[in-house]
């Protein structure tokens, strides 16, 4: 059964605060992303990374920052949380076939995400 | 700029009614569609994708999706839901040449009995 673990399923952080979320899959994907979730929004990308130390921006990349050391790792860093950064974050993955950042060139890939972190920064 | 809409922001069926789930999509090119269902708690599961060929696709839970180029729409149907269809659900457009997926803003479904 394949698996997209997240490390915390809620979280209060003070203002100011660095905070870390981790995500881990276990399906070897190439791709992985870091969303939030917002009512009335949807998910917005947040960043995503396509391969080891390979990251790329989304949508709305202010105040975050990711790391990808390891393929089945992604984590998600808040340098210094605010009260807007309260949200749910969700981190996925999916397959990318062939090797390099525009290798497939489609995104016919379906997304495999975890259960979400509830952030909260008070 | 794509983009994808969602009309209904939260829709009540009756448990046994049919569903219709309304979507929207804005992109030049052919697009990879898809729904995901987000179950209380949970992280989003895919339902279906349509990425070329017939144009009624199945999915997974008795769902169906009809995609219509004319109508920039790809509808999500279900015959007869139940109590667990309660959920909320996301219309996604993948971008080719990338890696991004846009999401709708979703639409949550309550099921009364």
């Known amino acids: 059964d394949v698996k997209v673990t997240q490390s915390s399923r809620y979280l209060v952080k003070r203002t100011g605060e660095k905070v870390f979320l981790e995500c881990v899959q276990d399906?070897?994907?190439?791709?992985m992303f870091w969303y939030r979730q917002d009512p009335g929004l949807g998910l917005r990308l947040i960043y995503f990374?396509?391969?080891?130390?390979?990251?790329e921006k989304g949508d709305i990349p202010e105040g975050y920052s990711v790391s990808r050391e390891k393929k089945e790792r992604f984590s998600l860093i808040l340098e210094s949380a605010s009260t807007n950064q309260t949200s749910m974050y969700l981190c996925?993955?999916?397959?990318?076939?062939?090797?390099?950042?525009?290798?497939?060139?489609?995104?016919?890939?379906?997304?495999?995400f975890g259960p979400g972190t509830r952030l909260t920064v008070t | 700029a794509q983009s994808v809409t969602q009309p209904d922001i939260h829709i009540t069926v009756s448990e046994g009614a049919s569903l219709e789930l309304r979507c929207n999509y804005s992109?030049?090119?052919?697009?990879?569609l898809f729904w995901y269902v987000q179950s209380p708690g949970q992280g989003l599961q895919l339902l279906l994708k349509?990425?070329?060929?017939?144009?009624l696709v199945q999915g997974i839970k008795g769902f169906e999706a009809e995609f219509k180029r004319s109508q920039s729409s790809f509808n999500l149907r279900k015959p007869s839901v139940h109590w667990s269809d309660a959920a909320e659900y996301f219309c996604?457009?993948?971008?080719?040449?990338?890696?991004?997926?846009?999401f709708g803003a979703g639409t949550r479904l309550f099921v009364k009995a």
């Open positions: 996604a457009v993948g971008v080719t040449g990338g890696f991004k997926t846009i």
């Open positions: 399906m070897d994907h190439e791709n």
């Open positions: 996925a993955s999916s397959h990318q076939p062939g090797q390099g950042r525009r290798a497939s060139g489609r995104a016919d890939h379906e997304q495999y």
């Open positions: 349509y990425f070329s060929g017939d144009t």
């Open positions: 990374s396509y391969d080891v130390k390979m990251k």
């Open positions: 992109y030049g090119a052919t697009p990879y």
